[in-house]
């Protein structure tokens, strides 16, 4: 089973599947009179139907037990998804290229340092959130709207991945 290698998560990483959120490295420009920076449109919310909505909600989310085998992946074809840790804990990202299938020798592992938030766009692979704390809130900006929004896939026997951040 190949071991996936946790990679430091960065904006140039992570660009085939999304957007990183964070201030480090990020332009600005200045705005309340000089007393706040604007980071402005880091990411932007996808959704594909007139009707659809962009949502904000929270996800308080358990840790799985790790080291974790990586049996499924998901997607969400009709809207983007973005994590933003509300707690600044660490956090675990898994993810294959948009495609009909995620390629199980493509999928990528990366660790927020928990300043950093994350947005799948539409159609990326992942795995459902994985926190490294017990529990992790996250603040959760994706799309709410009609029809299917998550196909699951889940692999063969054979392509199955290890996820171990204790190595
Ligand atoms: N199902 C759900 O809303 N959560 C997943 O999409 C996830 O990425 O955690
Ligand atoms: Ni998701």
Not at 69 to 95: D, K, T
Request: aromatic share 8%; net charge negative.
């Amino acid at each position: 089973m190949r071991s996936l290698t946790i990679e430091p998560l960065s904006k140039e990483a992570f660009a085939p599947f999304g957007d990183v959120i964070e201030t480090d490295g990020s332009d600005f420009f200045m705005i309340n009179n000089g007393s706040t920076r604007r980071y402005h449109k880091l990411a932007s919310v996808e959704t594909a139907q007139p009707e659809d909505q962009a949502i904000i909600s929270i996800f308080s989310a358990e840790s799985l037990e790790m080291p974790l085998i990586i049996r499924m992946l998901e997607r969400h074809p009709l809207g983007s998804q973005a994590f933003i840790p509300l707690l600044g804990n660490p956090f675990l990202i898994v993810v294959a290229p948009i495609g009909d299938v995620p390629v199980s020798g493509s999928v990528r592992a990366f660790l927020s340092n928990g300043r950093q938030g994350i947005n799948y766009h539409r159609g990326v692979w992942h795995h459902p959130v994985l926190t490294i704390e017990k529990r992790d809130d996250f603040l959760v900006v994706d799309r709410s709207g009609s029809g299917n929004n998550c196909d699951e896939h889940f692999f063969n026997e054979d392509e199955l991945l290890l996820l171990n951040p204790h190595q």
